[in-house]
């Protein structure tokens, strides 16, 4: 079985967007029986390596610099010839495009029209059932997300696609309502790369537990709610915050919680896995993650507990042995939960420990390789 994968974003090993993408990716590269062969097209790229198909001119920029600008739409178009020649000369038995794109599945659509096709999980944005993330939009922030809300619903009705992948039970709900039925739809394990392991976890001293954030520093992500929830703990701790965005330094003296917490800000994450193994906790806070946050899963998978909000689609991925909910929004409850966790952080880590190799991205091939039979066998 030969697959051709086609994204808009191609960053390197492991790094920047579409990380859980390139973890699957390098780890089939890199397994000794692979599960099935494929290629990669990308419409823009940034460190480039040899598992890229075909590299993306640099018309306008890379690929880092052009996520999430106005500036990368051109920089498909004037790539999309590059990738329409290319897959026109592939001969392969499925092709999977990672997103829904008014350039990029055109592009895809118009080369093998005949050949079985996937799209997602990186298909997201504004839905009716998404609470939380877009609660302070602007009029032209709500104009805006309505817009492409309706684009998304217009392909997903008319794109003749085989099978959807999702991150997530409500993910998939998401996709719901983006026209994608649940019954075209699996949801795929989260896995990642093997580097994220237990392995190198060094043994603890009699030093403070250390808490661990990792992710921006915004309202969203529940950064605000995160400092006041620590600032009420009793016992001796470290904090140790990773993230990009603004820390609220005025903010951390304001709450006492100078001599507990150490701004690391922003971390590449290739140099993620050391901090997740030094720590004894880690804190996810988000209201709303339409896929379950990669930190999140990269924790689990470096054998470190998780304390977590009980919202939808993070609430999904921990084993309840290795986790500690609570409920979103409110400081009191999870400096209550981050309270009970370090009181049982023994047997939480116990079992993150032994649930961690759920977490790596081989057994997001399996998963991959069953779709792609069914969706083989479904067009015999």
């Given amino acids: 079985m030969k697959v051709a994968y086609v994204t808009p974003y191609y960053n390197g090993v492991c790094d920047g967007r579409f990380g859980r993408f390139h973890d699957w990716?390098?780890?089939?590269?890199?397994?000794?029986?692979?599960?099935?062969?494929?290629?990669?097209?990308?419409?823009?790229?940034?460190?480039?390596?040899?598992?890229?198909?075909?590299?993306?001119?640099?018309?306008?920029?890379?690929?880092?610099?052009?996520?999430?600008?106005?500036?990368?739409?051109?920089?498909?178009?004037?790539?999309?010839?590059?990738?329409?020649?290319?897959?026109?000369?592939?001969?392969?038995?499925?092709?999977?495009?990672?997103?829904?794109?008014?350039?990029?599945?055109?592009?895809?659509?118009?080369?093998?029209?005949?050949?079985?096709?996937?799209?997602?999980?990186?298909?997201?944005?504004?839905?009716?059932?998404?609470?939380?993330?877009?609660?302070?939009?602007?009029s032209i922030e709500r104009a805006k997300n309505r817009f492409k809300f309706g684009l998304k619903n217009l392909l997903g009705r008319t794109v003749p696609y085989d099978r959807a992948i999702a991150f997530s039970e409500h993910h998939r709900n998401i996709l719901s309502t983006f026209s994608i039925p649940t019954s075209r739809t699996s949801v795929i394990h989260g896995g990642v790369s093997k580097r994220f392991s237990p392995a190198a976890k060094p043994s603890k001293s009699n030093d403070p537990p250390e808490i661990l954030w990792v992710g921006d520093f915004s309202e969203h992500k529940g950064y605000p709610i995160f400092l006041e929830a620590i600032a009420g703990i009793d016992e001796a701790f470290v904090a140790r915050l990773v993230g990009a965005g603004d820390p609220n330094r005025p903010r951390i003296q304001e709450l006492g919680l100078a001599d507990n917490v150490i701004v690391e800000e922003f971390i590449p994450r290739g140099e993620l896995p050391a901090y997740y193994q030094h720590a004894d906790l880690h804190v996810v806070a988000s209201v709303d993650e339409t896929a379950g946050p990669n930190t999140q899963i990269e924790s689990l998978a470096s054998g470190t507990p998780v304390v977590l909000s009980d919202a939808p689609s993070v609430n999904e991925y921990a084993p309840d042995e290795a986790a500690v909910y609570f409920w979103p929004r409110e400081p009191d409850e999870l400096r209550s939960s981050l309270e009970d966790a370090l009181a049982d952080l023994e047997s939480l880590t116990d079992a993150a420990m032994t649930a961690a190799t759920e977490y790596h991205a081989d057994r997001t091939l399996e998963d991959l390789y069953e779709i792609y039979r069914e969706v083989l066998v479904e067009n015999r």
């Fill in 25 to 138: 990716i390098h780890t089939s590269r890199n397994a000794d029986d692979p599960p099935f062969d494929f290629d990669v097209y990308a419409f823009t790229t940034s460190n480039a390596d040899e598992t890229i198909t075909t590299d993306a001119h640099r018309f306008i920029g890379e690929a880092t610099d052009l996520w999430g600008t106005k500036w990368n739409k051109p920089e498909f178009l004037l790539n999309a010839p590059r990738i329409w020649s290319a897959l026109q000369n592939g001969e392969y038995d499925l092709i999977h495009v990672l997103v829904m794109d008014t350039i990029v599945m055109p592009t895809v659509l118009a080369t093998n029209p005949d050949v079985p096709l996937v799209v997602g999980p990186d298909v997201a944005g504004w839905s009716p059932i998404r609470k939380g993330s877009f609660a302070e939009e602007s």
